[in-house]
């Protein structure tokens, strides 16, 4: 594995140095649009963030991905117990369930995907470690002694079941535990934090299949697994961005698999045998979410001053990626994650998705940010058929700003974690939840209602009209965002 020397990294820092001026002279004289929104630390936190997202050299995959995956030790106030979660042995019950559930949503003939194996996923049990130092080292302790000690500090009955970012491509669960060492730390539970499959190494619907391998292991572990089973009402899924799109699609898929079963369906997992349809979680909870494969909604420029995501349309200079070893694929296909053909499958986009009835509550959680258009249309038609939706969107915050800029002390980091906790903490206790719309000021989270139902303009006809416009533009290759990573 790649790695980076003190005088390497003082140089990446020292390229940036005309970026941090630039912002610290506008933002110090008023003539940045987000001086009145941000404080200087926010400003230039961003601005280095989009000197490394938007830069003129696009960096091959492996060396992203590699660079995302380097673990920097477990130390502090972090309880991790690392498991593998076995393939169940009735590999072709699982299948069978996730390929009808494809096929039954496709929209066209054209829609075409790669049947994925079904291997072991790994994960990590992580909780919070209290009365220890930022550097105190890690016990040298069994993982099931980690899990027993982790257990043995955790005061509520709250499993998260964690799905990371990284655009499909990038970071694990070692990248994401201060996150899910913050979530346990807040409810006092646990989470399980996955280490779903990476494109473009595999393609859709691979990382699906292990989300659903690990949903159903929480709920009916082999039998030499660490945990007990987990009750379905005591967990929640907990994610961002392309975690997001994950957890929604399981949603989605296990909607799915309800809809089509029988009194008499059953399925084989673990020598357990599960009656259909089964049970989701008690809630999702959603930050930044990522909805939208073909990024098509108007926020996505709109939005750009509030965020560091590269826009839609980039430089030619870009527009392609540098070939490595796991890209381009072969055979070939038009997107990291999937065939370009399935780019608006409601298992790949979840904005695609028609039907929402019967879904759990979900929580989301998001900034002023690109993606703001897309988590609001899911979030509109949500309600409106019947689902319980807790929505906070936070002014001229950018994409997954809780977790980037988690230092910089914001009050708005603050409100949205402990939000984001604390409907963990009543889907599982069982409370009423009702559909509720929150906008947030910038600086003092002043509250001002909004109207779920409302929150998006665009019908279901234009959404669908906007995804499928810019899916022939990523097919034809004729878009520079075609052929760019989507660094989320």
């Not at 996150?179 to 779903?196: D, E, Q």
């Not at 926020?299 to 980039?314: K, V």
């Not at 109207?451 to 006809?461: G, I, K, Q, W, Y």
């Amino acid at each position: 594995m790649d790695q980076i020397s003190p005088l390497a990294t003082a140089r990446i820092f020292l390229a940036k140095l005309p970026a941090v001026l630039k912002s610290t002279v506008y933002h110090s004289l008023w003539l940045s649009p987000t001086s009145t929104k941000w404080d200087l630390r926010t400003e230039l936190t961003i601005a280095i963030l989009r000197s490394f997202m938007g830069g003129s050299k696009v960096t091959p995959i492996l060396k992203q991905q590699r660079f995302t995956l380097k673990d920097s030790g477990i130390k502090g106030d972090t309880w991790v117990s690392k498991v593998t979660l076995p393939a169940p042995s009735e590999a072709d019950d699982v299948l069978r369930l996730i390929i009808s559930a494809i096929n039954a949503l496709k929209q066209c003939a054209s829609e075409q995907y790669t049947v994925p194996s079904l291997t072991p996923v790994e994960a990590e049990w992580t909780g919070y470690r209290s009365n220890v130092s930022a550097n105190h080292p890690r016990p040298d302790l069994s993982e099931a002694q980690h899990y027993e000690k982790l257990m043995s500090e955790t005061t509520s009955d709250v499993t998260i079941l964690y799905l990371h970012g990284g655009a499909l491509i990038l970071c694990d669960p070692s990248s994401h535990r201060p996150t899910t060492t913050k979530l346990a730390r807040l409810t006092g539970g646990r989470c399980l934090s996955l280490r779903y499959r990476l494109s473009p190494q595999v393609a859709f619907p691979a990382a699906l299949l292990d989300v659903l391998v690990a949903y159903l292991s929480l709920l009916y572990p082999p039998s030499d697994a660490l945990h007990d089973p987990v009750p379905p009402s005591n967990v929640v899924i907990c994610s961002d961005s392309a975690g997001g799109n994950l957890s929604l699609a399981l949603i989605q898929l296990l909607l799915q698999i309800n809809r089509t079963s029988t009194p008499s369906s059953n399925l084989r997992f673990h020598n357990t045998t599960i009656s259909l349809p089964i049970a989701l979680p008690a809630g999702v909870a959603l930050s930044s979410p990522w909805c939208d494969l073909t990024r098509s909604l108007p926020s996505t420029i709109s939005n750009a001053q509030f965020d560091y995501l590269p826009p839609p349309l980039t430089s030619t200079a870009i527009a392609h990626f540098p070939a490595d070893e796991v890209w381009p694929t072969d055979p070939p296909r038009g997107d990291v994650y999937c065939e370009t053909s399935m780019m608006c499958h409601s298992l790949v986009s979840p904005l695609a998705a028609s039907d929402w009835r019967g879904a759990c509550p979900v929580w989301f959680g998001v900034g002023e940010e690109m993606l703001a258009d897309e988590a609001s249309a899911v979030a509109s038609k949500m309600a409106k058929q019947g689902v319980k939706v807790r929505w906070e969107m936070f002014e001229a915050m950018p994409h997954c700003f809780a977790i980037v800029l988690g230092s910089c002390g914001l009050e708005a980091t603050r409100r949205f974690y402990d939000d984001w906790a604390g409907f963990c903490k009543m889907a599982v206790a069982g409370e009423h939840i009702d559909t509720k719309g929150t906008f947030l000021e910038a600086k003092t989270c002043k509250e001002r209602e909004v109207f779920v139902e409302e929150l998006s303009a665009l019908a279901d006809e234009e959404i669908i009209r906007r995804m499928r416009a810019k899916q022939e533009e990523r097919r034809e290759g004729t878009e520079g965002e075609a052929k760019l990573m989507p660094r989320l």
